[in-house]
Nanobody, 123 residues
Framework: QVQLVESGGGLVQAGGSLRLSCAAS????????MGWFRQAPGKEREFVAR????????YYADSVKGRFAISRDNAKNTVYLQMNSLKPEDTAVYYC????????????????WGQGTQVTVSS
């Protein structure tokens, strides 16, 4: 089992940057594929980015490709989401998720979730 805690959200102007972090408990962090998802008010949770167990593979939603970058530091039990060129439509609560056997983009398949961190982008 793993517990996840996100941090780094906040209010930023359009065009700005934020770096989200997700710290995981436990000694088996490298056994988990990690993903970032977001949910805006009144909308379904959606995939943002994911990274494989070793970090060798990274995948992005089309809406963030070229602007966001996911990475992980298994020695620090942490996954990051660097968000650049932010747009008002990026405003949402951002969640990190972990799973030992699934590494895809379907949020329903992830077993472990953080509490979320709010990202607000003003125009």
């Amino acid at each position: 089992q793993v517990q996840l805690v996100e941090s780094g959200g906040g209010l930023v102007q359009a065009g700005g940057s934020l770096r989200l972090s997700c710290a995981a408990s436990g000694r088996t962090f490298s056994s988990y594929a990690m993903g970032w998802f977001r949910q805006a008010p009144g909308k379904e949770r959606e995939f943002v980015a994911r990274i494989t167990w070793t970090g060798a593979g990274t995948y992005y939603a089309d809406s963030v490709k070229g602007r966001f970058a996911i990475s992980r530091d298994n020695a620090k039990n942490t996954v990051y989401l660097q968000m650049n060129s932010l747009k008002p439509e990026d405003t949402a609560v951002y969640y990190c998720a972990a799973d030992r056997t699934y590494s895809g983009s379907n949020y329903l398949e992830y077993d472990y979730w953080g509490q979320g961190t709010q990202v607000t982008v003003s125009s």
